[in-house]
Nanobody, 124 residues
């Protein structure tokens, strides 16, 4: 079982940047064997897919963040990142990281070992 801890959230003005981290309680070797993902949930809305990264570094992004967000991982540190640039008001949400365990890489029901989330608030 893997425990995940997100950090790096905060309040930022529209157009600004934040970098989220997701640290896993696992060895780098174990961490490197998993595809990982970022999701977010805004107030009153369902949790939605943001980005995912494969064991080898292949990435998939939601259309809403493509070109603005970059997902990456450092297997030696057992940590995944989400660099968020050109933030918009609609990016405000709690951001979660999770481990992919299923078939559909963009569906939250195929992920497990969710972290507690980190709040991102974008304002004018």
């Amino acid at each position: 079982q893997m425990r995940l801890v997100e950090s790096g959230g905060g309040s930022v003005q529209a157009g600004g940047s934040l970098r989220l981290s997701c640290a896993a309680s696992a060895s780098g070797r174990t961490f490197s064997t998993y595809r990982m993902g970022w999701f977010r949930q805004a107030p009153g809305k369902e949790r939605e897919f943001v980005a995912t990264i494969s064991r080898s570094g292949g990435t998939i992004y939601a259309d809403s963040v493509k070109g603005r967000f970059t997902i990456s991982r450092d297997n030696a540190k057992a940590t995944m990142y989400l660099q968020m640039n050109s933030l918009k008001l609609e990016d405000t949400a709690v951001y979660y990281c999770a481990v992919f365990i299923g078939r559909d890489r963009t569906r939250d029901y195929d992920y497990d070992y969710w972290g507690q989330g980190t709040q991102v608030t974008v304002s004018t």
